[in-house]
């Protein structure tokens, strides 16, 4: 019983401190990265950290000012007029999608990276090859 207890403490701390939409927004971005492991799983768990990691940190660095100028350049929402759910959505939205494609990205560094350490001339004719 004191289990259960000490994690809704240590969650609710956290929704204190930071709230409620910075949590959605780490939340979508690890479930976007979690998607993407779903096609293009990590080969062990040092890799999977990496890419957790660094799919955190896009979401995090760059969610804000992505969904900002989502927000400046198209119309189909207002973030200052809309209400608080449809505005806590669509950040949620774009942190997820950040979340994914920066573990796809960073996932197909890795492969590449792999590949060159075994055989460099082909991995460069691999890439030469993309279309």
Known sequence: MAMSIESGVGIGA??????????LTVGSALGGAGMMAIFRPPKDKKEMFYQGAVALGCSLMFGDV???MIDYWFDFINM???PRGDVIQFVVAIHGLLGAFSWG????????????GSNPIQAIKDVRDVK
Not at 105 to 116: E, M, N, S, T, V
Request: net charge positive.
């Open 66 to 68: 992505a969904a900002q």
């Open 80 to 82: 200052t007029t809309s």
């Open 105 to 116: 990205l960073y996932g197909g560094i890795a492969a590449f990276r792999d590949k060159f």
């Open 14 to 23: 956290l929704v204190a401190k930071y709230g409620w939409l910075k949590l």
